[in-house]
């Protein structure tokens, strides 16, 4: 079963900040948190992925609570291209390296 | 970064074949792949883990004879849908890498069609 629970769907305004939720409360020490998107008819596309600390490359931010239970993913300017099925997944680093996908959030961007 | 090559995108294929789908890890070695089917307006449900050299490990509720999975290289796994049924038409999706830590890299899927 996934571990994580996100908002089924979301709506963000062109330009402006998306900031997606997920709530990961039962994640282990040696699980990563990572985030990948789906557009329509594609396969998911890796976005970023972290551990404890927060992080950022050309695509999004990622900030994890200090607990680590919870994660928000940031588009910081949702351009309507970012429209598409959001998904948050936690995996250990170790083991077989499994990757359940929960339900994801849908995220619309309006003009 | 790291490319996972899925072939074909889409296939048409009558009931009662069998259809085979490619999955190349095109700049890296992958010991491991996952396959993962997903129906419209749904999430991607694991089928499978392909080994290198060794049998896949199927997920509970998948038949392994329908769904044959080979990693015959450090490159290649494909999976072969026997004797497709209408109910097997989906979007098959295969990915790669992951080990470390590092993410996973996902194929741009084969819709099957099974008329």
């Known amino acids: 079963d996934a571990k994580t629970t996100q908002p089924p769907s979301m709506d963000c305004a062109e330009g402006r900040a998306a900031n997606l939720p997920c709530n990961h409360s039962?994640?282990?020490?040696?699980?990563?948190v990572y985030w990948y998107r789906q557009i329509h008819s594609q396969g998911p596309q890796y976005i970023i992925h972290?551990?404890?600390n927060n992080e950022t490359n050309e695509m999004a931010s990622l900030i994890i609570t200090e607990d680590r239970k919870s994660s928000t993913l940031i588009l910081p300017h949702a351009t309507l291209r970012d429209t598409a099925v959001y998904y948050c997944?936690?995996?250990?680093?170790?083991?077989?390296?499994?990757?359940?996908f929960g339900a994801g959030t849908r995220l619309f961007v309006k003009a | 970064g790291a490319v996972v090559s899925q072939h074909p995108s889409w296939v048409i294929c009558k009931s009662g074949t069998s259809v085979k789908i490619e999955c190349r890890s095109l700049?890296?070695?992958?010991?491991?792949m996952f396959w993962y089917r997903q129906f419209p307006k749904k999430s991607l449900m694991l089928m499978a883990t392909?080994?290198?050299?060794?049998?896949?490990?199927?997920e509970q509720g998948v038949e392994k004879d329908k769904f044959l999975i080979n990693h015959a290289s450090l490159t290649l796994s494909t999976l072969t849908v026997t004797s497709a049924h209408p109910e097997d038409s989906s979007f098959y999706i295969c990915?790669?890498?992951?080990?470390?830590?590092?993410?996973?890299?996902f194929g741009n899927g084969t819709r099957l069609t099974v008329t």
């Open positions: 997944i936690v995996r250990a680093d170790t083991g077989g390296f499994k990757t359940i």
């Open positions: 990915s790669a890498g992951g080990s470390g830590g590092s993410p996973l890299h």
């Open positions: 700049d890296f070695q992958a010991t491991t």
């Open positions: 039962t994640i282990s020490g040696n699980e990563y």
């Open positions: 392909s080994n290198e050299g060794s049998k896949a490990t199927y």
């Open positions: 972290g551990l404890k």
